[in-house]
């Protein structure tokens, strides 16, 4: 089965810096890589998603690359602000599997 | 994005008893439904992978009759936790996969969670 690794498990960034998440994965048949943002308390939202025919999507300050030959994608937050602190979550699916296997998070803090 | 409620938001309950936790796509038609749980600091682990109509799928390790899963709609699924035991309390969070989205049908949608609380 698929096996997602993130690093780094925490992460600390001044306000105003980027913040970089990487995520490595097993399958290579795996062709979807959403990110979710999770706060205290409150349930996994999407953020950004990325599949396997695109290298790099950006939505605002937020950006995810894909490298399919060393299978690992990686979430960039740009000009970072407090509210971006929370647990990220990396996950891939691989096509014709439902399952999403998640990464083990990592939690943001941003230095004010 | 897509919309996902949970109901309750958080429940407290007595050892032995029953529990009931409702997920519901509010603005999609959801064929599948999952529910995880997790715990302080880790991530999300899946439990079942529910169809509408159909008998959930649970993963290794979980009991089926401990969790009871019904997807009764293409709106509504339901996770019963029977006869609960205090290491039973966590966070329930269940997903609904949106079918109808364009450009594809990948796509995942988290409902807020229920604080599970065993006494």
Not at chain 1, 82 to 93: G, I, K, L, M, T
Request: with cysteine; hydrophobic share 30%; charged share 20%.
């Amino acid at each position: 089965g698929e096996n997602v690794e993130q690093h780094p498990s925490t992460l600390s960034v001044q306000e105003g810096d980027s913040a970089v998440i990487k995520c490595t994965y097993s399958d290579s048949a795996s062709n979807y890589f959403p990110w979710y943002k999770q706060e205290l308390g409150k349930g996994p939202q999407l953020i950004i998603d990325i599949r396997s025919n695109v290298g790099e999507k950006k939505d605002q300050r937020i950006a995810v690359t894909l490298n399919k030959t060393a299978k690992h994608f990686s979430l960039h937050i740009t000009e970072t602000q407090p509210e971006d602190s929370a647990v990220y979550f990396c996950a891939a699916r691989d096509f014709g599997n439902e399952k999403l296997t998640f990464g083990t998070g990592t939690r943001l803090t941003i230095i004010p | 994005g897509a919309v996902v409620s949970q109901h309750p938001s958080w429940v407290i309950c007595k050892s032995g008893t029953s529990v009931k936790i409702e997920c519901r796509s509010l603005d999609f038609q959801a064929t599948t439904m999952f529910w995880y749980r997790q715990f302080p600091k880790q991530s999300l682990m899946l439990m079942a992978t529910s169809n509408e109509g159909s008998k959930a799928t649970y993963e290794q390790g979980v009991e089926k009759d401990k969790f009871l899963i019904n997807h009764a709609s293409l709106t509504l699924s339901t996770l019963t936790v029977t006869s609960a035991h205090p290491e039973d309390s966590s966070f329930y969070i269940c997903s609904a996969r949106n079918p109808g989205q364009a450009p594809s049908t990948d796509t995942q949608y988290f409902g807020p969670g229920t604080r599970l609380t065993v006494l």
